[in-house]
């Protein structure tokens, strides 16, 4: 039996498609109080609703150490990839949530002999870079940082490598920014209707993208058809500017692509303003350190995962392309 945390989320969702395609039984675990309508919308989306309904969803809360070692009894594999992300302040709720939840999992897995354990961190947790490029470390430091979604994972990673050295054979993945259809798609859709109005705007920095596709692709492999422990594998397929994502994105519009760089100092005034305008909807947009990041140039290697696997990622050019697909079907439904 296969039990999944963060299963009504952006990457539990596509994960437990991908599962359910392979034959499995899975064990769904959400939130008492979270709903799963985009979980099912993303099986809709991918002509797949027959196989949602074969989903045992379980409420649990994950915070309660006994609710996760009775709901991991008999459970041979666990994917976690239960995290709260950054859309607000408060950090200490985001370092409780990501870190209390993932101690609890490891040390319940640990209790009732869980056999595989695959885990979702994130690459802000890789320290090491060569000549300017993110590899992959066995183990680093805290991040001097004062963003507490990036100090969470590094702390939640700890939390599994503990586990590791406990006895737990566990394989964590690290990806980059992923794309697909997302839980904030609205974010995606408002940059689409920007770019065919006009405001051709691209931020001066750099980072790395990975397809949805392939981030369920390759923890599921790790996870159930090797025997790798004690990795950690990044999981991207381009280092790219945003110019060149743009460039994409305008490309498949046919929108006449003359872009034009937004200087820092406005993207961080437009950070401040996304603060000022998130406190008047439940929706933030952009904030201050968003804008700071997108400033900055970011790059990391996939050669130990592609080494190892003798993995091919799909192209990020496809990856939009795809995004665009959906955006309007969503948009003729």
């Not at 799963?36 to 409420?59: G, Q, T």
């Not at 990044?234 to 498949?252: A, D, G, H, P, Q």
């Not at 997108?294 to 592609?306: A, V």
Request: charged content about 20%.
């Amino acid at each position: 039996m296969i039990a999944i945390t963060g299963s009504t989320g952006f990457l539990g969702s596509h994960l437990l498609l991908h599962l359910l395609k392979l034959g499995k039984n899975i064990i769904a675990i959400k939130r008492p109080q979270s709903s799963y309508d985009y979980a099912k919308k993303v099986f809709e989306l991918h002509n797949s609703l027959h196989l949602f309904y074969k989903i045992k969803w379980v409420d649990c809360n994950l915070f309660n150490y006994s609710e996760v070692v009775e709901i991991l009894n008999g459970v041979d594999v666990v994917f976690h990839t239960a995290a709260q992300v950054n859309f607000n302040n408060n950090k200490k709720e985001i370092i409780n949530n990501n870190v209390t939840i993932t101690k609890n999992i490891i040390n319940a897995s640990i209790l009732q002999g869980v056999k595989r354990f695959g885990y979702v961190s994130s690459i802000a947790t890789i320290t090491n870079t060569i000549n300017g490029i993110g590899i992959e470390n066995s183990s680093f430091e805290i991040l001097s940082t004062q963003n507490p979604y990036t100090l969470s994972k590094c702390l939640a990673e700890l939390e599994v490598w503990r586990g590791i050295h406990e006895g737990l054979p566990a394989v964590i993945i690290n990806p980059s920014v992923i794309l697909g259809y997302n839980r904030q798609w609205y974010i995606f859709e408002s940059l689409i209707k920007l770019l065919k109005k006009g405001y051709l705007y691209y931020p001066p920095g750099k980072s790395s993208f990975v397809d949805i596709k392939d981030v369920v692709n390759i923890i599921a492999h790790l996870t159930l058809h090797t025997s790798i422990t004690n990795q950690r594998f990044i999981v991207t397929s381009e280092n790219l500017s945003y110019k060149e994502l743009f460039n994409y994105i305008c490309e498949y519009l046919e929108i006449s692509n003359h872009l034009k760089e937004i200087g820092k100092n406005k993207l961080i005034l437009l950070g401040h303003l996304g603060l000022v305008f998130s406190s008047f909807t439940k929706k933030r947009f952009f904030d201050t350190y968003t804008a700071r990041l997108l400033t900055k140039d970011f790059s990391f290697s996939n050669k130990k995962i592609c080494d190892t696997l003798n993995y091919k990622f799909i192209p990020i050019k496809e990856s939009i392309r795809n995004m665009l697909e959906i955006y309007k079907k969503l948009n003729t439904n």
